[in-house]
Structures are given as C-alpha cells and as structure tokens.
C-alpha cells in the first residue's frame, strides 16, 4: 500500500467531520470517536509511528480547512478531540499487543524451564525469543532477600546493564518462583560471569549459582536445575561464596546419591559428639572450619574468634569422643566426609 493510500486509510472521513464542525459548531459524536479510536487501534495494529500519523492528521487540517466562515476555534476543538481520541485507540492496542508479548513469553519460558511442549515446538517459538536450542546453553539462576518479577526495578536494572554491555546476543533475562533467571549460549560464559556480578550487586547480596551447558531444548532445563540445587547445596554446606558454580560442587552430590549410606557414615564417625557438653554443633563446627583452614588450627582458631588453645582442646575432645584424631591424615578422609554429610543431612538439627 502506498504513503497516500495509507494516510486516507486512516483518515476515513476525518474531513467531513471538520466540514460539519465548521459549519454547525458542534462537538465529534460518540460514533465519530469510536470510529477515531478504531482506526488508531488499526494504526498500531499496522505498524505504523503514532507520530507520522499525527503528522498526517496535522497536514488533513490544512488541507481540508473550510474555507466559509466558521469558528476556527471550533475546528481546532474538533480537530483536538479527534486526534485525542485516534491516540488513545493506538494506544489501547499498543498496550494489548505488549501484554500479549508478555504472556506469550511467559508462557515460553515456563515451557521451557519445566521442559514442557513439544520440542520441534518449543526450539521454533525460541527463535522468536533469541535463543537457538540447537546449541548448547547454561542458566544461572540469583535468589536475593526477597522475590523478584519481571517488573520489579531489580530484574530491569540488571536487563539494562545485560544489554548494556553485550547488546543483541542472544541472553534471555527471566525470573522463576522470585528468582532472577539468565539463560546465555554455553560457550559465553562472561555472559553469566557479568550476570552473576550484576545481579549480586543490584539485590544487596544475592547469591548465584550456574549450571554446567547442555545441548538442546531439555539441556536448558537440566542446567537451571542444576543451577537449582546447587543454590540448595550451598545452603546446607553454608557456603561464603556469592558465586557457586555446578561444576566446582560436582563431589557432593556424588556423595550424597546414597543417603542412607551417608547417613550411616556421619552416625558411626560423628554420633558420639551428641553426648559433648554443649551437644554435637559446637564441635562439628569446628570440625568443619578447622578443615577448610587446611587443618591449621591457629587459621581456625581464627575464623572461630577462639584461642588456639580452646581448639585444639576440641579437637581432643573430638578424639577422645570418636575415637577418630582429626589430625591424622589416615583418619582425616573419613572424617571430613562425614562433616560433609551432616551438612548435606543437616545434621544434628534433623534426625537421620
């Protein structure tokens, strides 16, 4: 169609109402604002700038003055509530057409993280959202002090920044049950890295965690589960670290794939510590931190704000209790496996 078809498309009898304006005085009917509201709502179904429209109705004024007497502040009145109203029925369908947008990606990324739909399906509606799921991809999924949705000024700042930085790669940005969920080509990982950064710092402390790449349209949702319960595992290892990757944690679900045979392990090697003054916690703390200092007991003692004296007497006391010396290397796998594990079980707090 071209550029004067379409201005008279949309201008359907706009100039008989100034002619009638003109002549009468008059205010536009009902039916003529509906009619105004319509074609606005076409407009922008079309495709078409509101400001070329505008533009259009401005040069159909001129064009179509009337040339007997007549109020002209009448004909500007009516040429006001004409394109008043055209406007509003644009921009009624503009805000139809951005709700739409909005559920329809909704819509996918829930298929998409619950590996619902059709998979031939599901990778041709991807496109349409930046994503090609015939190539490997990775999730990283930040859960900050409160829940997050895709209007929260939170999720936008950190969109910003994305787009900001890498542009039109091809990133999806989405939040999940509250959670801030980025899924990026898994051979980028600066994507994630960046992600991780911004979201930590744009939700006062969050922490992220990342998914390993996977191929192909179930790949994604095996990488945000991961990512899932690598956030889970961080919890109960009570982990420091903002950033925790899949791939760094990979023993731990090793070991904890036989529950009960760990949960065995922890009774037998820690079980006794539940009859020390105090009950099991204090020691396995100390336990747990005087490994991660490289079983350096002044670096643990440290970290613990205790004297070096105070821990090595609860190491004693953990031999004594055990029959298991921390500071034997031959001893030391097991029992460090078992800490592991009541971390993992949460241990002494549940029952095992």
């Given at each position: 169609?071209?550029?004067?078809?379409?201005a008279?498309?949309?201008?359907?009898?706009?100039?008989?109402?100034?002619?009638?304006?003109?002549?009468?005085?008059?205010?536009?009917?009902?039916?003529?604002?509906a009619?105004?509201r319509?074609?606005?709502?076409?407009?922008?179904?079309?495709?078409?700038?509101?400001r070329?429209?505008?533009?259009?109705?401005?040069?159909?004024?001129?064009?179509?003055?009337?040339?007997?007497?007549?109020?002209?502040?009448?004909?500007?009145?009516?040429?006001?509530?004409?394109?008043?109203?055209?406007?509003?029925?644009?921009?009624?369908?503009?805000?139809?057409?951005?709700?739409?947008?909005?559920?329809?990606?909704?819509?996918?990324?829930?298929?998409?993280?619950?590996?619902?739909?059709?998979?031939?399906?599901?990778?041709?509606?991807?496109?349409?959202?930046?994503?090609?799921?015939?190539?490997?991809?990775?999730?990283?999924?930040?859960?900050?002090?409160?829940?997050?949705?895709?209007?929260a000024?939170?999720?936008?700042q950190?969109?910003?920044?994305?787009?900001?930085?890498?542009?039109?790669?091809?990133?999806?940005?989405?939040?999940?049950?509250?959670?801030?969920?980025?899924?990026?080509?898994?051979?980028?990982?600066?994507?994630?890295?960046?992600?991780?950064?911004?979201?930590?710092?744009a939700?006062?402390?969050?922490?992220?965690?990342?998914g390993?790449?996977?191929?192909?349209?179930?790949?994604?949702?095996?990488?945000?589960?991961?990512?899932l319960?690598?956030l889970?595992l961080?919890?109960?290892?009570?982990?420091?670290?903002?950033?925790?990757?899949?791939?760094?944690?990979?023993?731990?679900?090793?070991?904890?794939?036989?529950?009960?045979?760990?949960?065995?392990?922890?009774?037998?090697?820690?079980?006794?510590?539940?009859?020390?003054?105090?009950?099991?916690e204090?020691?396995?703390?100390?336990?747990?931190v005087?490994?991660?200092?490289?079983?350096?007991?002044?670096?643990?003692?440290?970290?613990?704000?205790?004297?070096?004296?105070?821990?090595?007497?609860?190491?004693?006391?953990?031999?004594?209790?055990?029959?298991?010396?921390?500071?034997?290397?031959?001893?030391?796998?097991?029992?460090?496996?078992a800490?592991?594990g009541?971390?993992?079980?949460?241990?002494?707090?549940?029952?095992?």
């Amino acid at each position: 169609m071209s550029e004067p078809d379409t201005a008279t498309r949309y201008l359907d009898g706009y100039a008989d109402i100034l002619a009638a304006v003109a002549a009468t005085g008059r205010r536009l009917s009902r039916n003529e604002l509906a009619t105004r509201r319509a074609l606005g709502e076409q407009a922008a179904e079309d495709g078409h700038s509101l400001r070329s429209l505008v533009r259009d109705h401005l040069a159909a004024t001129r064009a179509a003055w009337p040339g007997t007497a007549g109020s002209a502040d009448g004909v500007l009145a009516a040429v006001e509530q004409a394109v008043d109203a055209f406007a509003e029925g644009y921009e009624r369908a503009q805000r139809l057409a951005v709700r739409e947008e909005e559920a329809a990606r909704r819509e996918f990324i829930d298929d998409l993280l619950y590996g619902r739909s059709d998979l031939g399906r599901l990778a041709e509606r991807a496109e349409r959202f930046g994503l090609v799921l015939s190539h490997a991809h990775a999730v990283a999924v930040a859960e900050g002090p409160e829940a997050y949705d895709d209007t929260a000024p939170v999720t936008r700042q950190v969109e910003a920044a994305l787009i900001a930085r890498f542009g039109d790669r091809r990133i999806l940005l989405a939040t999940k049950n509250g959670q801030l969920v980025c899924i990026a080509p898994g051979d980028q990982d600066d994507v994630l890295t960046f992600f991780a950064k911004q979201a930590h710092a744009a939700t006062e402390g969050s922490r992220v965690a990342v998914g390993r790449p996977r191929p192909g349209a179930g790949g994604v949702v095996h990488s945000y589960e991961e990512a899932l319960g690598t956030l889970e595992l961080a919890d109960r290892l009570e982990l420091d670290e903002p950033v925790v990757r899949a791939a760094d944690l990979l023993v731990y679900p090793v070991l904890a794939r036989d529950r009960q045979a760990m949960a065995d392990l922890v009774l037998s090697a820690l079980g006794p510590l539940r009859h020390a003054r105090g009950g099991a916690e204090p020691l396995l703390r100390t336990l747990q931190v005087y490994f991660e200092a490289g079983c350096t007991a002044a670096e643990a003692a440290r970290r613990l704000a205790l004297s070096v004296r105070a821990v090595t007497y609860r190491l004693e006391r953990i031999h004594q209790l055990t029959g298991v010396n921390p500071a034997d290397p031959m001893h030391r796998y097991t029992l460090q496996t078992a800490v592991i594990g009541a971390r993992l079980l949460d241990w002494p707090a549940q029952e095992i």
